[in-house]
Structure formats: structure tokens, C-alpha cells
């Protein structure tokens, strides 16, 4: 089936708007099937920059059909805003772009919930993008949230908002002294955007599955990464959806069965932003020196990425729970210039080795890293467009790579630009899976 799954296969932040930007060039439809406004994908075209939260990347190619699957939660203000961005740019995006009538809704409600949890004394400081996100898959879980669907029925919607505010308020009033909300202010910040959203809303569940059966390319790109995954990441420093691929069946309406082919997006090297234990982590000095060399700071907030070496543990157990097919390696250029370069092998726990990826954050912080010293290429690769143009120990890290993890390097990115790219595997240019 030519459906093709993109996922981060580290904490987010992989390059994946680059890898899903150039293979939608391919693709007759492209979906974000989780997350939200807290995602930053960004693209260089044409010597232009887009950073895209909520839009999928194949906005940018006018021949592509883009679709916000029901696994997203939708900040409507965030969404119109970025619309309305876009085509000042140029990008049209009325009738190439569809909504779910099945996503979430992300209100102001969910956005100071965010905030007020997040700076509050006493509640473990996730680091979240305080963009709702986590408050809004929390009301759909409590079975209390708003669907894009549920805006042409007024009734309807003041109850749940009724229901949800019922105990939100008692928090904003007593735990965090803020000011209680009312439904009927929400209501009206929901009627303000519905008129604009709506002609957004189509059955993207029905018109994916369509087009799965007309043989029409899909693309599923996927946001943040695996171990900010809710079942599979760093638990409690995790977002609250599920970034694996399962999320892009749940998230689409598009079954498991369709799926042909998961690519798993990875950095050369590891970042992580917000909290959370990072085995790999450099010392302050290489730090500094990798975050300037990779220009790691947050697309959505701006904030410092802290860097490491590439964690392979942490790689081939996303290899495992993503069931990758093939990887992507980005920016292996930013290491050009490093004379050696480590790699994290095994951790050490309490004097004990293990091999595989702790299940709690409190014993993944105890991990050192057990590391093996390759030597640098010490050589630009940025002109090579095929694998053997690579200087040889940069093929060797690669294959050090695949070995590890048990799964093929498909494609290698050497910069920013599309252009700059080498594509291991024929399948990625074929769409034969
Ligand atoms: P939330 O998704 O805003 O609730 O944030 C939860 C955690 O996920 C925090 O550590 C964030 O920094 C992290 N996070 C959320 N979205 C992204 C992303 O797109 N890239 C990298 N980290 C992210």
C-alpha cells in the first residue's frame, strides 16, 4: 500500500519537516494524525523559511491534498493564524486542506491550565510548550472535550463546557487563585472561530480510505518523537499522544493494514528539549560547541535544545516499538568537523550494565552512557548526493548505525535544502511498498 508513515525516532526535533517536505513532493495527500500547535516543522523552499505547527508540510506543494486527522488537537486560533500566514506567503491553502470533524478542540480553558500546572509549586515540571496540549487529550479522555463536529450544536456544547469548567474551576480558584472561566465566554471564543473553521471540515476518514483504494500515495507525518511518546517515551516527560506509528493508524482512520512503510527520523547526534533524563548528554563546553554547529534551539519556543552524542539504545528500541522500516539520517554535516565522535552503546545502571531502554525515567537518569570512540571524518559532506560520495568513515558511522539498530539507512540529509539529500532506498522514490 503506498501509504508511508513518518515518525521522529528520538525526542522530537529529528529534521522530520525537511524528510516529509521532500517526499511530499511524491505524495497525493499528507496527514498529521496527533499532537498539536506544540509541533515546529520547519521547511526551507526557495531560499524561504516556513515553520508549520498545525499544517501539514505538504501545504507547500500545491498538488498535494492535506488533511488534520482526528488524533490532532486543534488550537483554532493557532490554526487560522497560521492559514492566514501562509497565504500572505503565497500558499493557497482554501480546498487543499481538511480537518477532521473528529479533532479535538484546544481553548483558552486548556491553555491556562497548561500554564497555571506547568508553574505550579508542588506539580512535576514537564517543560510542556504550554500550548494546551496536554489539558485538551485530557478532557477527551475525561470525555468532556469539543470536537470540530460538535460547533453547529450550540446546546451541546455548553453543557460539556459546563461539565469540564464544573471541576477546572474549583483548580483555577483554589490551587491556583486564578480567575474561574465561564462556558459562556468559551462558547463565544468557540463561535468567533467556528465560521472560519468550518469550511475547513470534511470526512478526511472516508477521503483517506478512498484514496488508500484508488492507489493514491499517502503521507502520515508524524510530530515530536518517540520518547515523548505517552506509552512508549520518558514518562512523566512526555507529550500526552501517542507520536508512534500505531498513532498514525488512530490518529488518521486509516487501519494498521494500510500502512506500507514507517521511516524513522534521526539526528546524527541526539537532542532533547524540556525536561527529562538524557543519558548522552555532552558536557557544558561540547554542548555549547553542538548547539551553535546544529542551530538546536525550539521552533515553536525558542528554547535552547540540550545536545549529545547519538544514543544507539535509545535508537533501536525505537526501531522496536515504531516498527521502523528504514531510517533517515539528518544533519550528519554537523559533525563534519569533529576529529572524534562517541556513540552511546549501553548504558550503566547502579555499577550494572544493561542493554535495553529503561521503562522509568528514574532509572534512565541513573544511566551512564557506555560509549564507543569512533574516529571523524573531518570532511564537508554536504556535496555528496549518493552514498559512496560520503567520505568513508562517515560510511562507516552510517553502517555502525544499521548494525546497531538492525534496520537499513534509507536517507541521509546533509542540509538544510532539499536538495541536499542522498536517498539510500529505491522504495522512498518508487512507492512500491
Ligand atoms: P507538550 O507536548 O507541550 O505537553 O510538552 C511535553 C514535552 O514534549 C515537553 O518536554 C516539550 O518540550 C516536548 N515537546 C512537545 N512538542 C515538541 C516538539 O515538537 N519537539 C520537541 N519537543 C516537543
Redesign the pocket.
Known amino acids: 500500500m503506498p501509504v508511508l508513515t513518518v515518525v521522529?525516532a528520538q525526542?522530537?526535533?529529528e529534521g522530520k519537516g525537511k524528510i516529509v517536505d521532500l517526499l511530499a513532493e511524491q505524495a497525493q495527500y499528507v496527514v498529521r494524525y496527533q499532537?498539536?500547535a506544540?509541533?515546529?516543522?520547519e521547511v526551507v523552499v526557495g531560499g524561504q523559511n516556513y515553520v508549520l505547527h498545525l499544517v501539514p508540510s505538504g501545504i507547500l506543494h500545491p498538488g498535494t491534498l492535506n488533511v488534520v486527522g482526528n488524533g490532532v488537537v486543534l488550537d483554532p486560533d493557532s490554526f487560522l493564524a497560521e492559514v492566514a500566514g501562509l497565504e500572505k506567503q503565497g500558499v493557497k491553502a482554501k480546498g487543499r486542506l481538511f480537518i477532521s470533524p473528529r479533532a479535538h478542540l484546544t481553548l483558552s480553558l486548556h491553555k491556562a491550565l497548561?500554564a497555571a500546572r506547568e508553574g505550579h509549586a508542588g506539580q512535576t515540571t514537564?517543560?510542556?510548550?504550554?500550548?494546551?496540549?496536554?489539558p485538551t487529550y485530557m478532557d477527551k479522555a475525561g470525555r468532556v472535550g469539543l470536537r470540530l463536529a460538535d460547533v453547529v450544536d450550540p446546546a451541546y456544547c455548553m453543557e460539556q463546557l459546563k461539565t469540564s469548567l464544573q471541576e477546572k474551576n474549583v483548580l483555577f480558584k483554589h490551587l491556583y487563585k486564578s480567575k474561574p472561566l465561564t462556558a459562556a465566554t468559551l462558547w463565544k471564543e468557540i463561535q468567533r472561530a467556528a465560521k472560519a473553521l468550518l469550511p475547513y471540515m470534511a470526512d478526511t476518514e472516508g477521503m483517506l480510505n478512498s484514496a488508500v483504494k484508488g492507489g493514491k500515495r499517502v503521507l502520515m507525518e508524524g510530530?515530536?518523537?518517540t520518547l515523548?511518546d505517552i506509552d512508549f517515551g520518558t514518562y512523566p516527560?512526555?507529550?500526552?499522544?501517542n507520536s508512534t506509528a500505531g498513532g498514525s493508524a488512530t490518529g488518521s482512520g486509516l487501519g494498521p493494514t494500510r500502512i506500507g512503510y514507517v521511516l524513522g527520523v534521526c539526528k546524527a547526534y541526539t537532542t532533547?528539549?524540556?525536561?527529562?533524563p538524557f543519558p548522552s548528554a555532552l558536557s557544558p563546553k561540547q554542548d555549547q560547541q553542538l548547539r551553535e554547529l546544529g542551530g538546536e534551539y525550539?521552533?515553536?519556543?525558542g528554547?535552547a535544545?540540550r545536545t549529545g552524542w547519538l544514543d544507539l539504545v535509545a535508537l533501536r528500541y525505537a526501531a522496536q516499538v515504531n516498527g521502523l522500516d528504514g531510517l533517515a539520517i539528518t544533519k550528519l554535516d554537523i559533525l563534519d568537523t569533529f576529529k572524534e565522535i562517541e556513540v552511546c552503546v549501553a548504558y550503566k545502571v547502579n555499577g550494572k550494565e544493561i542493554h535495553h531502554f529503561p521503562a522509568t525515567s528514574a532509572e534512565l537518569a541513573k544511566a551512564k552512557p557506555v560509549t564507543l570512540k569512533v574516529k571523524g571524518w573531518n570532511a564537508p559532506t554536504t556535496g555528496a548526493r549518493t552514498f559512496a560520495q560520503l567520505p568513508k568513515l562517515a560510511q562507516s558511522y552510517l553502517k555502525l548505525i544499521e548494525k546497531f539498530t538492525d534496520v537499513k539507512v534509507a536517507l541521509v540529509s546533509v542540509g538544510a535544502e532539499r536538495s541536499k539529500t542522498i536517498m539510500v532506498d529505491s522504495k522512498l522514490k518508487s512507492w512500491k511498498f
Open positions: 521522529g525526542w522530537g526535533d499532537g498539536g506544540n509541533a515546529g516543522h497548561d514537564i517543560g510542556s510548550t504550554k500550548r494546551g496540549i496536554s510530530a515530536q518523537g515523548l516527560y512526555v507529550t500526552a499522544s532533547r528539549v524540556g525536561e527529562g525550539g521552533r515553536t519556543t528554547r535544545r
